[in-house]
């Protein structure tokens, strides 16, 4: 449905109270002010007349829970005000999936049909990309793969059979930035390729891609929208004649959200601004540190000036977001001992929640490669994810350190092995010198004997 005028009616460029009112009317059922859980399979019709008024298109109501439910639409309603406040009324709509996968694979499968050729980013998320790679390309859709941020290969890589670009901005897991303004630029002298943007690191908060020229925007719900662990759901959001095109595929496929969930979506909603910015500035706080530890090779984290795309991240960011990740001076065991050390930061995979999460990798999303594939696609056996939650910084800091504890004792023993390799080699060296000294005396005498 498309964002209602009543949810429009707010100061559209305050994002915290969008993210509380839009999409709740004043007055809800049963005078409820949460917008209550509409948990209902099916919808009844008072009489024949109100179904054919219905299909004729002279009221607006449900009917099936597979086509819409109340809660979810409300759900549906804020997240399209989040993503464009200064939209016109009624221009942008949002529909919501079971999962950000099912909204992904909807979107790709509603805008492709054979022959049609897609580009996507080298670096992103694994299953996407097997998505495009393996299962559309059985349906006769060709894709084409380009390192993340590289404009120059982007625009060698469209085609006239080019119908969509899906790119991630910040991507999993390295965070390069892509610069969507000069993306939506080259994009629109294709005018019949669409650019989708998976902002679910960003959020509506720190980025909105509809703004930057983008044609859709996905967002993993799961993680940051709703922010507490505890529910699966995805987004697509865009002009509103686009997503409902999107829509109708998700109708046929079956991947809707449930009201439970979206209930809890839009609680979590309600405190994305708050929990956003706190972790922008933990997250900056932890990635400047990390940069000052021995024990890391190396950190990347839009908001440090070390960042390959730093100065991008500046301009299409208003925040750097929760995610850090970093490369641990370790192999692949000491890298998994080290995270084994934490005691606050939890083994998991996700991010965007209030506790702080941290995955080694290598083992976490990419356990089923060989060590020379791992380094092949650049996931390095020492890299390590950490989502930082809503626990004290200093706290979380406190956790790593025992992280890198691991690896500067790891580090220690290797050397003092070395330096106890390097003193057994020197005593062999010198058995050796001295066997072939005595050897070479005997052999003198012996000659001397001879002579």
Request: glycine letters at 8%.
């Amino acid at each position: 449905m498309p964002t209602s005028t009543s949810s429009r009616s707010l100061e559209l460029d305050r994002i915290a109270t969008i993210a509380v009112r839009a999409g709740q009317p004043r007055q809800d059922a049963f005078d409820a002010v949460t917008t209550p859980i509409a948990c209902t399979a099916t919808y009844a019709f008072s009489s024949s007349a109100e179904l054919r008024d219905h299909f004729e298109g002279r009221i607006t109501r449900d009917e099936y829970g597979r086509y819409g439910n109340p809660t979810v639409r409300a759900a549906e309603q804020k997240l399209a005000a989040l993503d464009a406040p200064r939209a016109t009324a009624g221009s942008t709509d949002a529909v919501l999936f079971g999962s950000g996968m099912a909204a992904i694979t909807s979107a790709l499968f509603a805008l492709l049909k054979q022959g049609d050729h897609v580009i996507l980013p080298g670096e992103g998320y694994r299953r996407t990309r097997a998505f495009v790679t393996n299962l559309l390309a059985r349906f006769g859709v060709t894709s084409t793969v380009v390192p993340a941020g590289d404009a120059e290969a982007l625009a060698r890589a469209i085609e006239p059979r080019t119908r969509a670009i899906l790119t991630e901005s910040p991507t999993n897991p390295y965070l390069r930035v892509v610069d969507l303004p000069a993306l939506a630029a080259l994009k629109r002298r294709h005018p019949r390729v669409k650019l989708l943007v998976d902002a679910t690191f960003a959020t509506p908060v720190n980025q909105r891609p509809l703004e930057h020229g983008a044609d859709l925007v996905i967002h993993s719900c799961t993680k940051y929208l709703g922010g507490h662990n505890d529910l699966l759901a995805g987004v697509v959001v865009g002009d509103e004649a686009l997503v409902s095109l999107i829509r109708e595929a998700r109708d046929v496929l079956g991947g809707v959200l449930d009201p439970h969930a979206a209930y809890l979506l839009l609680r979590g909603l309600k405190t994305l601004p708050l929990r956003v910015e706190r972790q922008n500035v933990t997250a900056l706080g932890i990635a400047r540190w990390l940069e000052t530890q021995p024990g890391v090779e190396r950190v990347y984290y839009p908001g440090l000036a070390s960042h390959p795309d730093h100065e991008v991240a500046k301009r299409v960011l208003s925040g750097a977001g929760g995610v850090v990740s970093f490369v641990l001076r370790a192999d692949l065991d000491t890298t998994a001992r080290a995270l084994d050390a934490c005691r606050l930061a939890t083994i998991a995979p996700s991010l965007g929640g209030v506790e702080t999460l941290i995955e080694q990798v290598a083992l976490m999303s990419y356990y089923g490669l060989a060590p020379e594939e791992r380094a092949a696609i650049g996931i390095a056996d020492g890299l390590v994810r950490l989502s930082v939650g809503l626990e004290d910084p200093a706290d979380i800091r406190d956790d790593l350190a025992r992280v890198l504890e691991v690896v500067r004792s790891a580090s220690k023993r290797a050397a003092a092995g070395a330096d106890v390799d390097a003193g057994a080699d020197a005593v062999a060296r010198d058995a050796v010198a001295r066997e072939s000294a005595t050897k070479a005396g005997s052999a003198t005498k012996e000659a001397r004997h001879a002579v």
